[in-house]
């Protein structure tokens, strides 16, 4: 290198004297002589290859149709790499928030400006009390429902299982867990999952047992996607945040859950963590794509419920 340098500069001094520079000073460069011998047909060669290979691996990716399937992804993401792109929340949504309200007989129009407009969370006492789910719901219901149906109608979009800390890997495993695990007897190790239903012939057997709640107004929309969560006691899901479109409601069925609410983290210093027990019968309505959530299954018989967004 210090050696093609000294070239280059003695060249450079030259021309500075002189307007006649031959072909000759310049070939006794290395770097020319490199330059003059690379093969560009072998190099326009290989670029024409990398992109016949680059068209043949997209064209059997498409037919494939991988990036349709609801199995597994192809590229796995990091659970929480939504967060990165999650825009700052004003933090008048929990600044004057000490408690989560527990309210009974509301109508539409207050539960709308008093909670769902500002998203204020609360659980609605009587909201599931007389639906045929509090006291038809529980494992055996769910494993004889979806081991009766065709799974094969099933358009397999969007489906989705948590199987939180448990080995599961479908909710076909948990339908397959031994009968004393199902049934939480002592010395049986503990379990909670959660799935959406995704299943058009379950989701219609499903709500025949429940009802758009009482306090969502008429012309308020309930998403007929449908959440079940169901475990025993103990930890339940993680504090997370959603990534969905609405907010949502979740009717506590079944044994009694804890709730944690935590603001946005821009919000932290500014609002507190606030708690909620909801029983069998109540109904809690949460905004979890601005809410950080998380739950506790409290000791007791089995835990099971079931929400969807609403608009």
């Given amino acids: 290198m210090h050696r093609i340098e000294e070239r280059l500069n003695a060249i450079l001094r030259k021309a500075e004297n002189s307007s006649d520079i031959s072909k000759k000073d310049f070939s006794k460069l290395d770097v020319t002589n490199k330059l003059t011998s690379f093969n560009f047909l072998k190099f326009a060669n290989w670029k024409i290859k990398l992109s016949v290979l680059v068209l043949l691996l997209a064209h059997l990716l498409y037919k494939s149709d991988i990036f349709n399937s609801s199995e597994e992804c192809f590229l796995e993401m990091p659970s929480d790499a939504s967060k990165i792109f999650r825009e700052p929340e004003n933090c008048d949504m929990c600044i004057l928030i000490s408690q989560v309200d527990k309210v009974l007989n509301i109508s539409a129009l207050e539960f709308y400006e008093k909670y769902a407009k500002l998203a204020k969370p609360l659980v609605v006492s009587d909201g599931a009390v007389n639906w045929p789910a509090k006291s038809s719901f529980d494992f055996d219901f769910f494993k004889n429902l979806y081991k ?24 076909e495993q948990v339908f397959d867990m031994e009968v004393d695990r199902a049934k939480l007897l002592p010395g049986e190790k503990s379990w909670y999952v959660g799935w959406n239903n995704c299943n058009d012939e379950a989701g219609k057997i499903l709500q025949k047992y429940y009802d758009k709640p009482y306090f969502l107004s008429n012309n308020s929309e309930n998403i007929a996607m449908s959440w079940i969560f169901m475990g025993g006691p103990g ?50 309505v949460v905004d979890t794509n601005r809410w950080y959530h998380q739950t506790f299954v409290l000791p007791g018989e089995i835990s099971i419920t079931i929400g969807s967004e609403f608009d």
């Fill in 235 to 284: 930890h339940g899901a993680h504090m997370h945040v959603d990534n969905v479109h609405y907010p949502s409601w979740q009717a506590q069925l079944r044994g009694r859950k804890l709730w944690k609410l935590a603001p946005p983290p821009e919000c932290l210093y500014k609002c507190k963590t606030i708690e909620a027990t909801v029983e069998p019968g109540e109904i809690i």
């Fill in 148 to 171: 009766s149906i065709d799974r094969t109608k099933s358009p397999r979009k969007n489906c989705q299982f948590f199987p939180y800390q448990t080995e599961f890997k479908s909710l």
